[in-house]
């Protein structure tokens, strides 16, 4: 159902965002940010703490405006800003344990277009210029390629461009797919491999620059192909000082923590040979939100998404990378994202959380009996 007037549209929870676009588009509207998937469902984004990038954008949740909550007790909750305020604030990162949400109401804005524009660059020059990256896209994005200096920048701006796109069947599926998910397969035999891959590819696909342009949902999600693993951790961005009575511009409070946490992955990959990371790890940022269990709550931050994937299924070691990479992590006080890998127990996130014990009571009162827990969330809460 959409409100035209206040631009905003109530779904069923378990609505595919694939199915949704279509029918805002048809109203004119969108949705203001997306994670790199639609085939997924407004229920479950918001289970999990969806996010993309753009440091003028919270987490996907921050753009739901209402909720309606089937509780263990059989009752219908309408959960808003202005109605049952606390569940609200717990609900939109609700990891499926506070009851069946059933419905939810999402803030759109018109629609719009968006042009992407990939260039490469080198991770000191990134590091180094991050907040004027920051500056210049409103959803920069770059993605960083192990054993290398590689980075590929990503730009993704509103534009009045007519749709136009760089994509290519032979670069895109022959070589970035086929070839590349072979040669993946022949270095779980050759591990040494890999640092080769990830150069040869971004010489063959990201080292010029790309622009597409389109509406905004289609630009926004692209084909992630591979069966994956990953791990997608929340590092806080230090908050630009109140600006002070001087020339200077507002230096950044603490010290900027996603230059540090880069430098020393790859710190550990150069002094660790036997350790083989995919390509990328991939950089974003987003804004601070007062959800109680969103990886963003009260600080604008960075996610540091790292991948190894699985060529035609077959896994691949990874605890090496997975653990140093979790130190690192936890060492710039980082929260991992919901819905992927990592090894966090209630004694973890009581220290990362500081609304946790609040979340606990909430869930504890709405779920007495522990209807909605399962083996994950066990370790999550006791
Ligand atoms: C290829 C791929 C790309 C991805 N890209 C991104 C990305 O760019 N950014 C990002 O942050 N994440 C990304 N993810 C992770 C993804 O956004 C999350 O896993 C998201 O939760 C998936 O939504 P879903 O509808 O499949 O959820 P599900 O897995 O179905 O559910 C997620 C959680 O919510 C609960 N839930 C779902 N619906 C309801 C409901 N109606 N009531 C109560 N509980 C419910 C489920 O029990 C589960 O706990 C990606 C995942 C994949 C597979
Ligand atoms: O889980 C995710 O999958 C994609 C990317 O890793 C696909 O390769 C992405 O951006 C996520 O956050």
């Not at 590091?127 to 990503?154: A, C």
């Not at 290519?168 to 040494?192: Q, V």
């Not at 230059?259 to 710190?267: D, H, I, T």
């Not at 819905?339 to 979340?359: G, S, V």
Request: hydrophobic share 40%; net charge neutral; aromatic share 12%.
């Amino acid at each position: 159902m959409v409100d035209t007037e206040k631009k905003q549209v109530t779904v069923e929870a378990g609505i595919l965002l694939t199915d949704l676009h279509p029918q805002l588009d048809k109203h004119g509207l969108a949705l203001s940010n997306l994670g790199a998937v639609s085939d997924v469902t407004a229920g479950g984004v918001i289970g999990s703490g969806t996010h993309n990038t753009g440091i003028k954008h919270g987490i996907l949740a921050t753009q739901v405006v209402a909720l309606t909550l089937l509780m263990a007790d059989g009752t219908i909750l309408e959960c808003s800003e202005s109605s049952n305020a606390e569940v609200f604030q717990a609900a939109r990162v609700h990891l499926g344990c506070l009851g069946v949400v059933l419905t939810v109401t999402l803030q759109c804005v018109p629609q719009f277009h968006l042009q992407e524009t990939t260039f490469p660059s080198t991770l000191k020059e990134v590091l180094d210029n991050l907040d004027s990256h920051l500056k210049k896209s409103e959803y920069f994005r770059f993605l960083w390629f192990p054993h290398s200096e590689n980075v590929s920048v990503i730009y993704q701006d509103h534009t009045i461009k007519p749709p136009s796109s760089s994509a290519n069947w032979f670069w895109d599926y022959a070589i970035g797919f086929y070839l590349l998910e072979f040669l993946l397969w022949i270095s779980t035999f050759l591990p040494g491999l890999v640092g080769w891959i990830n150069r040869f590819f971004f010489w063959l696909l990201f080292n010029g620059k790309k622009e597409n342009c389109n509406l905004s949902h289609k630009i926004f999600t692209y084909e992630c192909r591979f069966k994956q693993h990953v791990q997608d951790w929340a590092i806080p961005r230090p908050l630009p000082q109140v600006w002070v009575p001087s020339p200077l511009p507002p230096r950044a409070e603490g010290r900027e923590k996603t230059k540090e946490a880069l430098l020393e992955l790859k710190a550990m990959l150069e002094a660790n040979p036997k350790v083989v990371a995919h390509y990328p790890v991939e950089v974003r940022f987003t804004r601070g939100d007062d959800i109680l269990l969103s990886p963003c709550f009260q600080r604008d931050s960075c996610y540091m998404n790292i991948i190894m994937y699985r060529p035609y299924g077959k896994d691949v070691p990874r605890l090496d990378y997975w653990l140093a990479y979790e130190t690192i992590m936890k060492k710039v006080g980082g929260r991992p994202h919901w819905a992927k890998a990592h090894n966090c127990t209630r004694k973890d996130f009581e220290k990362m959380y500081p609304a946790f014990q609040r979340f606990c009571a909430i869930r504890e009162k709405l779920d007495p009996t522990g209807m909605f827990l399962n083996a994950y969330l066990e370790k999550v809460f006791y």
